[in-house]
C-alpha cells in the first residue's frame, strides 16, 4: 500500500479474507481511530471488501461516511471511492448525519461532491420509496414513512403528510418539522396548529416552541391560549415562552386569569424571564404588575411560583 510517496506493509495480515464471520466492525473502528494513516487506510479498504456482501455487519455504511471527515487526503479518497462504488450500501440516520457533514464542510472538493451525490441518491430513490409508503392503507407503515422522511431531511415531503387521517401521523409530522427546522415545513405547522384533534395542536405547539415560534406561526400560537382544552392552552403558554416579548406578554397576562390553575402555572413560568430577574435589561413593568397580583391567586402553587418569578 501506498500513502504519500512511501510503501508499507498492510497493517492488517491478521484479517485475512474479508469475510463477515472473520471481521468485527468493533475491531475496524478501532483501526480507523489509530494514529497512522497507513493503518486507517488498510482498515477501509478490508471494510469497503465487505461492505457489498450479503451479510456485511450492520453499520458499515455509516464508518465509511464518516471516514470522509479523516485527517488524511488519502484516507479520506479511499472512503470517497469505497462509498461511490457501493451506492446500495445501506446508510443509517448516523450515516446521513456524516455526509450531511461532509457535503457542507468537507475539506476536499471531492468528498463535498461525493457526500453530496450519494445524499440526491438517497433522497432520490428512498425518498420515492417512502413517498409511496404515504399512500398505504396501514397508517403504521405511513408513520414509518414520514420518520424515514424526516432521515433523509425530506422536508417537503414530510410536510404533505400533516394531512393524513391517522392523529398518530399528524403528531409525527409536526415532530419530524421542528427536528428539521426549515422554513418549508413553516406552512404545514400552519395547518397543524388549526388541527381538529387537541393531541396533534399540543404537537404542533411544541414544534412551535423549539423553533422559537417563527413569525409566520405567532398567530396561532397566540390563539391557542384561548383553546377548548386546558391542556392545548397549558401547552400555548409554555410555546410562547419560547417567542418576543412582543409577541407573547399581553396574551401571557391574560393566560393569568385562565380557570385552569395549570395554563396559570405555565404563563407565570413563561412570563417570567420578562421579570428582569433572569436577563439584564429584560424586564417590562406590565410583566411585573401581572406577577405581583398573581402572589394573590387562589391556587397555592401559582402564587409560589410568582413569588419565584418576581424574587
Known amino acids: 500500500?501506498?500513502?504519500?510517496g512511501r510503501t508499507t506493509p498492510d497493517p492488517l495480515p491478521a484479517i485475512g479474507p474479508p469475510r463477515p464471520e472473520h471481521l468485527r466492525l468493533a475491531d475496524i473502528e478501532a483501526r480507523l481511530r489509530g494514529p497512522e494513516p497507513a493503518v486507517r487506510a488498510a482498515a477501509l479498504k478490508a471494510l469497503a471488501?465487505?461492505?457489498?456482501?450479503?451479510?456485511?455487519?450492520?453499520?458499515?455504511g455509516d464508518t465509511l461516511a464518516w471516514a470522509l471527515a479523516d485527517e488524511h487526503e488519502d484516507v479520506r479518497r479511499l472512503a470517497a471511492d469505497a462509498l461511490r462504488?457501493?451506492?446500495?450500501?445501506?446508510?443509517?440516520?448516523?450515516?446521513?448525519?456524516?455526509?450531511?457533514?461532509?457535503?457542507?464542510?468537507?475539506?476536499?472538493?471531492?468528498?463535498?461532491?461525493?457526500?453530496?451525490?450519494?445524499?440526491?441518491?438517497?433522497?432520490?430513490?428512498?425518498?420515492?420509496?417512502?413517498?409511496?409508503?404515504?399512500?398505504?392503507?396501514?397508517?403504521?407503515?405511513?408513520?414509518?414513512?414520514?420518520?424515514?422522511?424526516?432521515?433523509?431531511?425530506?422536508?417537503?415531503?414530510?410536510?404533505?403528510?400533516?394531512?393524513?387521517?391517522?392523529?398518530?401521523?399528524?403528531?409525527?409530522v409536526a415532530e419530524?418539522?421542528?427536528?428539521?427546522?426549515?422554513?418549508?415545513?413553516?406552512?404545514?405547522?400552519?395547518?397543524?396548529?388549526?388541527?381538529?384533534?387537541?393531541?396533534?395542536?399540543?404537537?404542533?405547539?411544541?414544534?412551535?416552541?423549539?423553533?422559537?415560534?417563527?413569525?409566520?406561526?405567532?398567530?396561532?400560537?397566540v390563539t391557542a391560549v384561548a383553546h377548548p382544552s386546558w391542556q392545548v392552552r397549558r401547552r400555548a403558554a409554555f410555546a410562547l415562552g419560547a417567542a418576543t416579548p412582543e409577541t407573547a406578554v399581553r396574551p401571557l397576562v391574560r393566560a393569568l386569569r385562565d380557570p385552569t390553575a395549570d395554563v396559570r402555572r405555565a404563563a407565570v413560568q413563561s412570563l417570567e424571564q420578562w421579570t428582569g430577574g433572569l436577563r439584564a435589561g429584560a424586564g417590562r413593568p406590565e410583566v411585573v404588575t401581572a406577577l405581583t397580583e398573581a402572589l394573590a391567586d387562589p391556587d397555592p402553587g401559582v402564587r409560589t411560583q410568582a413569588r419565584w418569578a418576581l424574587a
Not at 471488501?49 to 458499515?60: K, L, Q, S
Open 49 to 60: 471488501e465487505i461492505a457489498g456482501t450479503e451479510d456485511a455487519p450492520r453499520g458499515v
Open 85 to 172: 462504488g457501493l451506492p446500495e450500501v445501506h446508510l443509517g440516520d448516523d450515516g446521513v448525519d456524516a455526509l450531511l457533514l461532509a457535503a457542507a464542510r468537507g475539506r476536499d472538493p471531492f468528498v463535498r461532491e461525493t457526500a453530496a451525490d450519494l445524499l440526491a441518491i438517497l433522497v432520490q430513490g428512498t425518498g420515492e420509496l417512502y413517498a409511496q409508503g404515504l399512500q398505504d392503507d396501514e397508517p403504521q407503515v405511513r408513520l414509518q414513512a414520514v420518520l424515514g422522511l424526516v432521515g433523509l431531511r425530506a422536508v417537503r415531503a414530510v410536510a404533505e403528510a400533516a394531512d393524513d387521517p391517522s392523529r398518530e401521523i399528524r403528531v409525527a
Open 176 to 221: 419530524g418539522l421542528a427536528r428539521l427546522a426549515a422554513p418549508a415545513g413553516t406552512p404545514a405547522l400552519d395547518h397543524l396548529l388549526a388541527d381538529h384533534d387537541p393531541v396533534v395542536v399540543m404537537a404542533a405547539l411544541d414544534a412551535a416552541a423549539r423553533l422559537g415560534v417563527p413569525e409566520p406561526l405567532e398567530g396561532r400560537v
Open 1 to 4: 500500500m501506498t500513502i504519500t
